[in-house]
C-alpha cells in the first residue's frame, strides 16, 4: 500500500490559512498538513509510507505550492497537480476519487457520496474514509457535509471548513 522510493517535502508560508506542509512521490502530491514541526509532518509521512526515504525538497513542490496559494486567494478554481493515490487503500481511494470530482462551489453529503458509490448504507464509512484524506483541499473533502447540509468534522477545524466553502461561495444550510 504504501509509496517506497523518495517523498519530497517543503513548507509553504504565509498562506491565508498559515504554513501549510506539502509532499509528493515521483507519481505526484501524497500530502497537505496544517502547520505542525518539521519533526511532526516527518512522523505522519513515515506512518503512511514507512519504507520511503524522505527529503526537504521546495523546489519539487513548486507547481502546487503555487497552484494552492492561487487557490487560497481565490484565482484557482481547479488543481492540475499530479496525485499520488496509490498509498490509499482501495475504499479510501474510491470515496476520494468521488470527492475529487465535486466541483468547485458545490458540495455534496456523505449520504450522497455512499449512494453515488452504490454503498448506500456507508455514510459512516465514507466520513470515515475522509477524515483520512491525506491532501484536504487538494481532494475537498471540505465540500462533503452532514445530511442535514451542516458543518461536520474537518482536520483543519469547521472554521477553516466554512471559510473555504465561503472562498468558493459554496451556499451552506
Known amino acids: 500500500m504504501a509509496h517506497a522510493g523518495k517523498i519530497y517535502f517543503g513548507k509553504v508560508r504565509d498562506t491565508a490559512l498559515g504554513d501549510l ?5 515521483d ?9 505542525c514541526a518539521q519533526s511532526e509532518l516527518l512522523r505522519v509521512l513515515e506512518k503512511r509510507h514507512p519504507k520511503a526515504d524522505l527529503e526537504e525538497n521546495p523546489r519539487r513542490l513548486a507547481l502546487a505550492a503555487n497552484e494552492l496559494r492561487e487557490y487560497l486567494d481565490g484565482k484557482r478554481k481547479r488543481f492540475s497537480v499530479q496525485i499520488d493515490w496509490s498509498g490509499m487503500l482501495p475504499f479510501q481511494r474510491q470515496v476520494l476519487l468521488a470527492t475529487y470530482a465535486i466541483p468547485y462551489g458545490q458540495t455534496s453529503t456523505y449520504g450522497e457520496l455512499a449512494q453515488q458509490l452504490g454503498r448506500p448504507h456507508a455514510a459512516r464509512a465514507i466520513g470515515r474514509a475522509e477524515a483520512t484524506n491525506p491532501m484536504p483541499i487538494v481532494i475537498p473533502c471540505h465540500r462533503v457535509l452532514g445530511a442535514d ?10 472554521e477553516i471548513k466554512k471559510w473555504l466553502l465561503c472562498l468558493e461561495g459554496a451556499v451552506l444550510a
Do not use: I, M
Open 21 to 25: 506542509w506539502l509532499a509528493c512521490s
Open 149 to 158: 447540509g451542516k458543518l461536520r468534522g474537518y482536520g483543519g477545524g469547521l
Open 27 to 35: 507519481l505526484g502530491l501524497v500530502a497537505l498538513e496544517w502547520d
